[in-house]
């Protein structure tokens, strides 16, 4: 089922980079991706309005980028407390710790053990694949850490250089995100609390509960 959802999912993400109405034909994907993004205010860019797409991107930032695109503001302010209990890494900073635990919390990221999280890491390609596969619910029965670059540009949401990719730009980062909201159910108006499906939450919270 999950491969003709990707099959037709595909084929909208493919008309919506086509259609005029919402890209310039001049613009490049990561435009086009972040743009859609500043809109929602999930990635914000400096106070020119630069977006910085060819600058790295730390752990930290993908945590926030996460959080963003997964629940609403008010939701993370609600829950603070919960987040920020959950936030166990000792390099994380005070105003990351409700980002950074959110994810940790519902299974989306990851330390690498001995309350380390790598928050000023930076983000390597099979780290941003992973959290996308994660987000949109893929479970890890026919794909890894080491696969996750394969596992996405087989269901045609990474170009395919994202495998050979070391690092991620800020812009890498924004197509993945674009693509991925895209074949995802986005709540944007319907629900106070989340911006991805309820369902989808609904499975992340109660694998991780403790």
Same mark, same amino acid.
């Given at each position: ?119 000023? !890491?930076?983000?390597? %390609?099979? #780290?941003?694949?992973?959290? @996308?596969?994660?987000? =949109?619910?893929?479970? *890890?029965? !026919?794909?890894?850490? %080491?696969? #996750?670059?394969?596992?996405? @540009?087989?269901?045609? =949401?990474?170009?395919? *250089? ?49």
């Amino acid at each position: 089922m999950k491969r003709v959802c990707s099959l037709c999912l595909s084929l909208v993400l493919a008309f919506v980079l086509t259609c005029p109405a919402l890209a310039a034909v001049t613009a490049t994907e990561p435009e086009i991706a972040a743009a859609y993004l500043k809109e929602r205010g999930i990635m914000v860019g400096a106070e020119d309005g630069n977006m910085m797409l060819d600058s790295g991107l730390t752990r930290t930032e993908l945590a926030v980028l996460l959080a963003r695109i997964t629940v609403k503001p008010e939701y993370l302010e609600a829950e603070q407390k919960l987040y920020i209990r959950a936030c166990r890494f000792t390099d994380v900073p005070n105003w990351a710790k409700v980002y950074v635990g959110f994810c940790s919390y519902n299974g989306l990221m990851a330390g690498y053990g001995g309350e380390v999280f790598g928050a000023g !890491d930076p983000v390597t %390609s099979a #780290a941003g694949c992973t959290v @996308v596969l994660r987000y =949109l619910g893929y479970t *890890e029965s !026919d794909w890894d850490y %080491s696969s #996750a670059c394969s596992k996405l @540009v087989s269901l045609g =949401l990474a170009p395919s *250089e994202f495998i050979t990719k070391q690092v991620l730009t800020r812009g890498d980062m924004a197509i993945l995100l674009y693509r991925a909201l895209h074949i995802q159910n986005y709540v944007v108006d319907t629900d106070p609390t989340t911006t991805m499906s309820l369902s989808t939450y609904s499975n992340y919270a109660d694998s991780n509960e403790e």
